[in-house]
């Protein structure tokens, strides 16, 4: 199985010598955002794609662009959500573009027929560059499932958060209702009292259950994990948390093979 990390996981290092580490380290590909508010980390999509293309990392998933208190604006009447669906059409035809596996969104906010009408546009710009939209468990199910129950396209998809299962009380599986939808992964871990998008040391996820689900679902998937390292106990280094992860990555593929096995 293919593994893959986030271009940025927390620390500020030159890009092109971040990236030459993350090959370096085993990773396969990596998951990234065209959003230019983080170009001071990145830079820019085509910058990122030129050396991820040099260095012979492919590409994952293309996260939306976004901002968290503007995302309920798109299930509104108004310009704030008209400019975030232009936005994520941007993203669509950029993923395409540059050959990403699908583009990751997040939904917030209160499920309406306006915003639905919104995502249907959406769609059919996917449907036309032939790129799948991977809706994101984040940490409450309510609009994640309005979204599925109300629109029924073979582009719309789901990108499996374990981080955000892990904190969501809501006790919702995801896996079991839209396991069949599931395109691509956002692995990390927490201790499930907030999203801490760490390292299984100091988390508390079931990556039993999880690589069961996998193997169930969809077995072929890139393990991605979208890390946003921040110092704690470890103090690990940026050398050592591509360790760790990989190691990560590798356990959970054994995981995965040994559920292959059990009848």
């Known amino acids: 199985m293919k593994k893959g990390i986030t271009l940025f996981f927390g620390f500020n290092s030159p890009v092109e010598e971040r990236i030459k580490r993350i090959k370096a380290k085993g990773f396969d590909c990596v998951i990234t955002s065209a959003d230019p508010r983080f170009n001071h980390q990145n830079g820019n999509i085509k910058k990122q794609v030129k050396l991820l293309t040099k260095h012979g990392l492919e590409l994952s998933s293309l996260h939306m662009r976004y901002l968290k208190d503007e995302l309920?604006?798109?299930?509104?009447?108004?310009?704030?959500?008209?400019?975030?669906?232009?936005?994520?059409?941007?993203?669509?035809?950029?993923?395409?573009?540059?050959?990403?596996?699908?583009?990751?969104?997040?939904?917030?906010?209160?499920y309406s027929k306006v915003g639905e009408q919104r995502l249907r546009e959406v769609l059919k710009v996917c449907e036309k560059y032939d790129m799948p939209l991977a809706i994101e468990n984040l940490l409450s199910s309510a609009i994640f499932n309005d979204v599925f129950q109300n629109i029924q396209h073979p582009y719309l998809?789901?990108?499996?958060?374990?981080?955000?299962?892990?904190?969501?009380?809501?006790?919702?599986?995801?896996?079991?209702?839209?396991?069949?939808?599931?395109?691509?992964?956002?692995?990390?871990?927490?201790?499930?009292?907030?999203?801490?998008?760490?390292?299984?040391?100091?988390?508390?996820?079931?990556?039993?259950?999880?690589?069961?689900?996998?193997?169930?679902?969809?077995?072929?998937?890139?393990?991605?994990?979208?890390?946003?390292?921040?110092?704690?106990?470890?103090?690990?280094?940026?050398?050592?948390?591509?360790?760790?992860?990989?190691?990560?990555?590798d356990e959970l593929e054994k995981m995965i093979e040994k559920a292959s096995r059990k009848k």
Not at 77 to 91: F, N, Q, T, Y
């Open 72 to 110: 309920p604006y798109f299930w509104l009447e108004g310009k704030r959500g008209e400019k975030i669906k232009k936005d994520l059409i941007k993203d669509v035809k950029i993923a395409k573009k540059y050959g990403f596996t699908c583009v990751v969104v997040h939904c917030r906010g209160q």
């Open 157 to 249: 998809k789901f990108c499996y958060d374990s981080g955000h299962d892990n904190c969501d009380k809501c006790d919702f599986d995801y896996f079991k209702l839209y396991g069949d939808k599931l395109i691509t992964l956002h692995l990390h871990d927490n201790d499930g009292t907030s999203d801490q998008h760490t390292l299984n040391c100091v988390g508390s996820i079931d990556w039993k259950r999880v690589a069961k689900n996998i193997k169930k679902y969809n077995p072929t998937i890139n393990l991605d994990y979208e890390i946003i390292y921040l110092k704690n106990a470890q103090h690990f280094t940026e050398e050592e948390v591509l360790d760790e992860v990989k190691k990560q990555a």
